[in-house]
């Protein structure tokens, strides 16, 4: 449905959650705090590969307020969940000391539990363990890897078209592993109530969450409850559980009391994911004239010892270009290093970063303006899905409006020739692209007798302002003011609400809100109609009007009707609520036969003072086409802040693993640089605001990821263009631009 | 668990008569660090924020003198500094982040340690724990063969190659201060040159401090009239980091031809490096790109890469030849 200008739909809106948050009021999972609570510290092995030989806990047990140790020889028994069951997807098929084997430093070997954290850290120094060595895998190059690699996409013929191509880029690009580094620790508080339990976590997805601790702790799914209220973000690294919670569950059963468990930053880096290291071989080719003939994307991506993390870099690629020939192939080689998980953006992020390196780099070889390049190949049709029209693609759109805000037609080429403050300029751009998805979900929207309006949805709100859209939606349906609407979330009992990853929840749960609110605004028609005492009492529904929170006749004034709390009052009722469903995109016949995606161009500008190897970026320009943008804060904060990542991505980023005993040696804030403030670049952002019609109510895609894709790419296609050096390995380093040959302005 | 004794010592007397074993706590930002890190296991902590070494003073001389207590903040925006010394300011607003400024003192800063990843790790110096000679004497180095692209390309030896890290103690460097302590024995003044030490064979040895003697002052001379001071510090990103390569000059050019200069380096050094070669090749010199290149390549002359940190060797040089430039324009 299309929206009225003066909407609360597309305004941007201050976060409902905002005081909550700026007082401290707002309770993550490490603020809960109970009675008779106990502390766990887990021990985490100093090896990447071998066996248990001896654990020897007697020295901590006897330390004090010490209460247990955990290890694979007391643990009892705990379960994996069952393969391909989508609705409990854990991160790692091990579960917690499953066995007496270690296949990755810092996996959890053991977890103590005392009164107080000081004494349960001081116990989980003492265990002391030792192993048999085996030798680790944890080389960081892939290139080594012999194995079979699938097929992603595949059409016409590849090696022949680039065989002829007179014009061809041939290329490997590198992304290095990279840290999901949210300020909020993982976090796992317990409560056990009988023989159900109550976890507080830092989870992006309640409903599956408790899906996975039911099946991993044996208890039916209706004992398990698990509630994230507010995430201090997760980046993709709190998808899905990971063993530390089955740990602290344990614990917490066996002491029968409330335990908590909080990762260290160093935890951070080797036991709850990370972007696997991805090597992805581009081949282009073209004519002279610029069209693509041939493309050819193959990718690695190193996964752990045990689980099958596919990082997906061939997402957007098939679609993305309108060329006859093309093939996609993934694999992936197994390292002694811990799972990896997807961090914003997975697979196009890193993907399209090779992708978008190749187009610049056939545009240079094409002497094009990769603009240009981009504008002559885009595709009208989805050509790896039997040519199926887009929902609403508007990349030509976006391109043009980024090159003409950051003033791309000003573009010299030639490179190092454009200059500003005495620095050397450098310019980039890239396309982006992210996949659209609506997921089933369910939400109930409730009239309250105190004239409140509630709304409760098994999602969460991880940082991204879900809170506030949610409320939007609302006021929007029924006029009530946004600080009478409660919006309930982060709560696997309320009714089931999709994981907020993949940018999916914004599309997916306005239609179940908007639907649960015209069902419940149904109800309160026919409520009013059928009350007595009410003014409406015996109208036909068909002639009840619903304006600004009042039940009126259609074809009188708001003000002759009555306040829905009246409504409620005369009818002796607490409440009168209604539930609404999303439909998913994949059951919906008018999704199906639709490529949905969202778009964008990425522009980028950075300055080099060759003197002193000194490389900033300094602007960016960004236009994204994500369908409706329901509040243009949020949004615009949620690309702002994926351009900053991918100034970390592009400059700073990268989990450096210790070839002598695989530790991410760099596991801390220091020595793992991520941007700062003052890196942050001027950052402008354009939203489209295309409604898309196949998405439903509204039209909206969502936006936490899209902002990321293509930054890298654009940012070393910038600092070629300024320095010459052409980066095909990130983060870009001081190392590279030394080797430029310019040297001074 | 570690336990230890934490005392506030209400005079500069009472501090002094601590325990052995016990350390000095200032703004804690390194020692606490060190102490949840396990590298630092003091049996008592005598903190000296008491002391009435807050101040900064002008000395008769036409120095200055700054309290072992003065907060790097404080420092910085000291007006007297900010005039004379511009060097140190521009130095200490370079370090760490404005939180942590606003703790550390001008003491612990000249006493903070190197952030060498493997001497941080709480096991290294163990047996099955990565080698660190500074840890442990003949435990080994484990930066030689590993991740040690911050690490130090001058003054290192074949048991550290441990950077110092300090962006404020490379301009006090340049401006040849002394540094004043008092210690059981007495009262003392040492050359900053004398203050750090290179590793040599005993790493483990940093500085020139007898056990349980305290920094009371650091002395600035008298400023070199007619002189310009410039401190430029190269990293990664643009806040929050160690240096990289650092350089404080404090030069003075007349007639163009330079008539004063010291030159000092950071993110390089196991100490702060002080570099009397580049000194040599500017004095006298016409205050050109030339000289200053020729000063850059004198003052990288000895220098020795290790695997990651090659680079720094062609970026010192670039920054100090930046950093001539500014300071003689
Ligand atoms: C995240 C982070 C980033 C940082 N970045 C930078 C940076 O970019 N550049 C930089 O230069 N520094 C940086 N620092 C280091 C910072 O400058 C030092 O931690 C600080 O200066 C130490 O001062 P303090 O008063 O807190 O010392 P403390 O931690 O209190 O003491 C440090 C040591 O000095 C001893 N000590 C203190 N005062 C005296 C005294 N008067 N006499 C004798 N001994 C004494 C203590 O016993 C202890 O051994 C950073 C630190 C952190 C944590």
Redesign the pocket.
């Known amino acids: 449905m299309s929206t009225s200008p003066d909407s609360i739909i597309g305004r941007a809106t201050p976060r409902i959650d905002g005081p909550l948050k700026t007082t401290g009021a707002a309770e993550y999972a490490a603020d809960f705090h109970f009675e008779g609570m106990a502390h766990a510290v887990t021990v985490g092995a100093t090896i990447a590969s071998g066996r248990i030989t001896k654990l020897d806990t007697a020295t901590a047990e006897s330390m004090p307020g010490v209460l247990l140790v955990l290890h694979h020889g007391n643990i009892g028994p705990l379960y994996r969940t069952v393969p391909g069951d989508d609705s409990a997807t854990n991160s790692e098929v091990r579960s917690p000391f499953e066995d007496e084997v270690v296949r990755h430093w810092g996996q959890h070997v053991a977890v103590v539990v005392a009164e107080t954290l000081e004494q349960a850290t001081a116990a989980a120094a003492a265990v002391k363990v030792e192993y048999a060595l085996e030798a680790a895998n944890v080389r960081l190059k892939l290139d080594d890897f012999k194995g079979e690699r699938k097929t992603i996409s595949d059409r016409g013929d590849v090696d022949q078209a680039f065989d002829d191509a007179p014009v061809k880029v041939d290329q490997t690009y590198v992304t290095p592993v990279e840290t999901h580094n949210p300020i909020e620790m993982h976090a796992s508080v317990v409560r056990w109530d009988g023989d159900r339990v109550t976890l507080y976590e830092t989870s992006q997805g309640v409903m599956n969450h408790r899906a996975v601790m039911a099946q991993v702790l044996g208890l039916p799914l209706e004992n398990v409850r698990v509630v994230t209220r507010f995430l201090g973000s997760g980046f993709g690294g709190k998808l899905f559980p990971w063993p530390h919670a089955a740990m602290a569950a344990v614990a917490a059963r066996k002491l029968n009391r409330p335990v908590k468990l909080s990762m260290t930053r160093r935890m951070m880096f080797s036991n709850v994911g990370y972007r696997p290291r991805t090597e992805q071989h581009i081949q282009l080719g073209a004519t002279k004239e610029g069209k693509l003939l041939a493309l050819r994307h193959e990718y690695l991506n190193n996964t752990s010892m045990l689980d099958d993390f596919d990082e997906g870099c061939g997402e957007a690629t098939p679609y993305l270009y309108s060329v006859a020939n093309l093939e996609v192939t993934g694999a992936q080689p197994r390292r002694n290093m811990g799972a990896p998980m997807w961090m914003r953006g997975p697979g196009a992020v890193p993907g399209l970063y090779a992708l978008e390196s190749g187009m610049n780099e056939l545009a240079d070889a094409l002497d094009m303006d990769p603009l240009q390049l981009r504008l002559k190949n885009d595709a009208e049709k989805d050509e790896s899905h039997d040519n199926i029209p887009f929902s609403s693609r508007h990349l030509r759109e976006c391109l043009e409006t980024g090159a003409k805000k950051f003033g791309w037609e000003r573009r010299n080429a030639a490179i190092g020739s454009m200059r500003k403050d005495g620095k050397i300029l450098g310019w980039g751009m890239a396309a982006a692209s992210w996949v659209a998805v609506r997921l089933p979900c369910t939400a109930t929207v409730e009239f309250c007798a105190n004239g409140r309006l509630c709304v409760r949805c098994g999602t969460q709100d991880i940082g991204t302002g879900t809170y506030t859209i949610f409320a939007q939606v609302l006021h929007e349906k029924t006029g009530v003011p946004l600080d009478r609407i409660d919006v309930i979330l982060g709560d696997s009992s309320l009714p089931s609400g999709p994981m907020s990853g993949g940018s999916m929840v914004t599309g997916s749960v306005l239609n179940a809100i908007a639907d649960g609110a015209n069902n419940a605004i149904k109800r309160l028609q026919q409520l009013a109609a059928a009350t007595e005492g009410t003014p409406l009492h015996g109208a036909k529904l068909e002639t009840v009007a619903f304006t600004e929170g009042r039940l009126h006749l259609k074809d009188q004034e708001a003000s002759s009707g009555a306040h829905f709390a009246d409504i409620l009052g005369a009818a002796k009722l607490s409440r009168i609520s209604a539930e609404g469903k999303t439909v998913p995109t994949w059951e919906d016949p008018k999704s199906k036969g639709f490529s949905l995606h969202s778009y964008g161009a990425q522009f980028v500008e950075v300055e080099w003072e060759p003197e002193i190897a000194k490389l900033r970026v300094s602007r960016v320009v960004t236009v994204i086409d994500a369908g409706k943008i329901i509040n243009p804060a949020a949004a615009a904060n949620q690309v702002a802040g994926a351009v900053v990542m991918g100034v970390g991505m592009g400059m700073l980023e990268e989990t450096r693993y210790e070839q002598r005993t695989g530790q991410p040696i760099n596991g801390n804030l ?1 020595d793992y640089l991520v941007a700062t403030c003052a890196d942050t670049p001027d950052i402008d952002v354009t939203f489209l605001d295309y409604p898309d019609p196949i998405m439903g109510e509204y039209g909206a895609r969502g936006v936490g990821e899209i902002g990321l894709a293509g930054v890298a790419a654009a940012i070393t296609a910038a600092v070629h263009h300024a320095t010459g050096v052409r980066v095909r390995e990130l983060p870009v380093r001081i190392e590279h631009l030394l080797e430029s040959k310019i040297v001074s302005v | 668990m570690q336990t230890f004794q934490y005392t506030k010592a209400a005079s500069i007397d009472k501090a002094l008569g601590a325990a052995s074993g016990a ?11 060190l102490m949840k890190l396990s590298v ?1 296991k003091p049996s008592g902590l005598v903190d ?1 924020n008491l002391l009435p ?1 807050d101040k900064v003073e002008t000395l008769p001389n036409g120095g200055l003198r700054i309290g ?2 003065v907060r ?1 903040s404080d420092l910085a925006w000291n007006a007297e500094v900010q005039k004379n010394y511009a060097v140190l300011s521009q130095a200490l607003l ?4 404005p939180q ?1 400024r606003n ?3 001008t ?6 340690r190197t952030r060498c990843v493997y001497f941080r790790e709480p096991s290294a110096g163990t047996p099955g724990g990565y080698g660190c000679n500074k840890r442990t004497p003949g435990s080994g180095c484990a930066a030689m063969e590993g991740f040690n692209r911050m690490h130090a390309v001058l003054g290192t030896s074949d048991k550290c190659i441990a950077t110092h ?4 103690c490379v301009a006090m460097a340049a401006l040849e201060a002394t540094i004043q302590t008092e210690g059981p024995k007495g009262k003392r003044t040492i050359a900053f040159a004398d203050f750090h030490k290179v590793p040599g064979d005993t790493p483990h040895l940093e500085n020139a ?1 007898e056990p349980g ?4 002052y650091v002395d600035l001379p008298k400023p070199v009239e007619g002189a310009k001071s410039v401190y430029l510090k190269l990293r990664d990103r643009a806040s ?4 990289l390569a650092s350089c404080a000059v404090v030069a003075k050019v007349e007639g163009g031809r330079i008539r004063y200069a010291r030159v000092a380096m950071g993110g390089v050094g196991t100490k702060p490096w002080r570099s009397h070669e580049a000194e040599a090749a500017l004095m006298g010199k016409a205050a050109n790109a030339e000289t200053f290149r020729h000063a850059a390549e004198a003052a990288l002359k000895d220098a020795k890469p290790h695997g990651e940190n090659a680079f720094k060797v062609e970026l010192a040089k670039r920054c100090v030849v930046r950093t001539l430039k500014m300071a003689t324009a």
């Open positions: 220091a | 350390k000095f706590i200032a703004g804690g930002t390194t020692l606490v660090d630092e000296i070494l072992a207590m790097n370079s370090g760490a982040s942590l703790m550390a003192t003491g612990g800063n000249l006493l903070q890290p300090s962006d404020m401090l003697e305290l920094v009371t929050y980091e160690f240096a």
